[in-house]
């Protein structure tokens, strides 16, 4: 796998999509992270495959990040729905999500995610990690 004309993730990128008004799905966090975005996306940039998105009747219930990296891409990523949803949980309007530049991970788990990418996707490594 090659990188081809990288596209870059940036705060005003995200704002922009979030302003859009074209998620259709509704998201349940109040934020993201924009490092954990730059991560997915640059991975679905070149060809790295993730899990589908856990959704119950239009609500992401776990795949906020990698919706919103799919989105940005126009990559279709898979949707399984009817997802076991807390009954506490609330809908956040798109518009409104804090977009967190610090890093929530941590060396360690951003290693453990190259790890299982690379294993899923059968590439190297060193390829996800020098992303």
Not at 37 to 45: A, T
Request: aromatic share 6%.
């Amino acid at each position: 796998m090659k990188k081809f004309n990288m596209q870059e993730i940036t705060l005003k990128t995200v704002e922009e999509l979030f302003e859009s008004g074209s998620l259709d799905l509704i998201a349940l966090q109040p934020g993201v992270c924009l490092p954990m975005l730059q991560r997915i996306h640059e991975k679905m940039q070149v060809g790295i495959h993730f899990d589908s998105i856990r959704v119950n009747d239009s609500r992401i219930v776990d795949g906020h990040h990698r919706y919103i990296s799919s989105m940005l891409l126009n990559i279709d990523i898979g949707i399984n729905d009817n997802y076991p949803i807390p009954s506490t949980a609330e809908n956040h309007d798109w518009g409104n999500l804090v977009i967190d530049e610090f890093d929530y991970e941590t060396e360690e788990e951003i290693l453990e995610h190259n790890i299982r990418d690379a294993e899923l996707n059968d590439v190297e490594l060193e390829f996800l990690i020098n992303l």
